[in-house]
């Protein structure tokens, strides 16, 4: 299938004083075909939404390159550029801060079609929000409700259909069900993954959720730092996990047995200082397979198996 979006040696870095940089993604290699979706893991702080921000334009990038339909966005014009932004939109983790809540549903979902100017008559708009409140499974007598109205559940449609609006192709899903309860979780994946296969929609999948990961994704990513450690199939990455920090990722999902104690390999040790990092694996203090090798050069991505690749020196 074809590719829909890559980033080379993506990076994003925050600066924090003269000499001080944050470095939120730090060389990201990353393609995902059209129709497909990717997962990203990784603990609090590693830089899934900062990758995913800059990837859709809501970060500039500190340097590398954003492939998308065969253009590298980060060296077109600001206006060839903003053509790009309607394809790619984000769903973000908290519908409730993230929606204005003195706006109703109509206005909120009316208002990306509105800026853009993709309608002339009122009409028009209106049943265009008719048609996206449908496709999201959003009842019309909510039409005029206002955020604070609304479940959570129903206000994460609202999002979802303003992602909608402008007919993207690539959607960025930073976290979108991990503010739910369980139920509507099942609920709000169902939707998505409909969309997907009705719209041919492409996505990157962010989350803490393991389980939720295995059955969103196609293929997975596994960041920590910054960097992406591990990239596999869904089902290969939990068959056979490589990198040791995701074998104690995947460790640390609770499987309650009742009477049985936890035994559990946990992750030891504090997450290293993301800035100025120091050369090498960004996980080596926290590594019980530590050896010089492994904080003398950064470890690269390297490929093991058909489309499985760890940046390990354990594997050669
Ligand atoms: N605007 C900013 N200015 C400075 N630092 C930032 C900014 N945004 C993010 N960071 C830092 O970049 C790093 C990555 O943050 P990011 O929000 O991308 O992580 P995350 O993996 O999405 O975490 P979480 O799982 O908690 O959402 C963190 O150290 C964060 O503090
Ligand atoms: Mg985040």
Known sequence: MAELIKT???KKYFKLSK????HAVDGVNLSIEKGRTLGVVGESGCGKSTLGRTMIGLNNATSGEIWFEGED????????????RSKMQIIFQDPYSSLDPRMSVFQLIAEPLISNKVHKAKGELVDHVSYLMEK???DQRFINAYPHEMDGGRRQRVGIARALALNPEFIVCDEPVSALDVSIQAQI?????????????????ITHDLSVVR??????MVMYLGQCVEKAPAAELFRNPLHPYTKALLAAIPQPVIGEKMNKEIIRGEVSDPINPAPGCRFASRCKHCCPQCTQAD???KKVE??????????K
């Open 19 to 22: 000499t001080e940089y944050l």
């Open 136 to 138: 999201v499974g959003l």
């Open 189 to 205: 994946i169902n939707l998505l993954m409909d969309m997907q296969e009705e719209m041919g929609l492409t996505y990157m999948f």
């Open 8 to 10: 080379v040696d993506l």
């Open 306 to 315: 058909n489309a499985h690749e760890v940046a390990c020196v354990l594997y």
């Open 73 to 84: 966005l980060l060296k077109l014009s600001p206006s060839r550029r903003k053509a790009y």
């Open 299 to 301: 470890v690269p991505l």
């Open 215 to 220: 059955h969103m994704s196609d293929e997975i």
